[in-house]
Nanobody
């Protein structure tokens, strides 16, 4: 089994920064892409940022220039540095990863974390 555990969420004022972490553990041979999604009340889940195993990144237009995704492969961990936070960023942030669980199979299985709440308010 593979588990993803997020941390770092909380309440911050507009304009401040927050750093989220997501650590993967369990039966892991290797991890392909890792992503951050978010979902706010009344909104659909949206992709915030994604990083490949090679370090290529993609960002939603709404966060580009403010958020930075990174990863530490030795720790099986992905991070999301969030700067210049806005009230519109308020949401549950959810981690996702594509994982190879067997050395003899290239099949990828996708896993989700349970989410961490980020609230941006004065």
């Amino acid at each position: 089994q593979v588990q993803l555990v997020e941390s770092g969420g909380g309440l911050v004022q507009p304009g401040r920064s927050l750093r989220l972490s997501c650590a993967a553990s369990g039966s892991i041979f290797s991890i392909n892409a890792m992503s951050w999604y978010r979902q706010a009340p009344g909104n659909q889940r949206e992709l915030v940022a994604r990083i490949t195993s090679g370090g290529s990144t993609n960002y939603a237009d709404s966060v580009k220039g403010r958020f930075t995704i990174s990863r530490d492969n030795a720790k099986n961990t992905v991070y999301l540095q969030m700067n210049s936070l806005k009230p519109e960023d308020t949401a549950v942030y959810i981690c996702n990863a594509g994982v190879r669980t067997r050395a003899w199979s290239t099949n990828e299985f996708r896993y989700w974390g349970q989410g961490t709440q980020v609230t941006v308010s004065s």
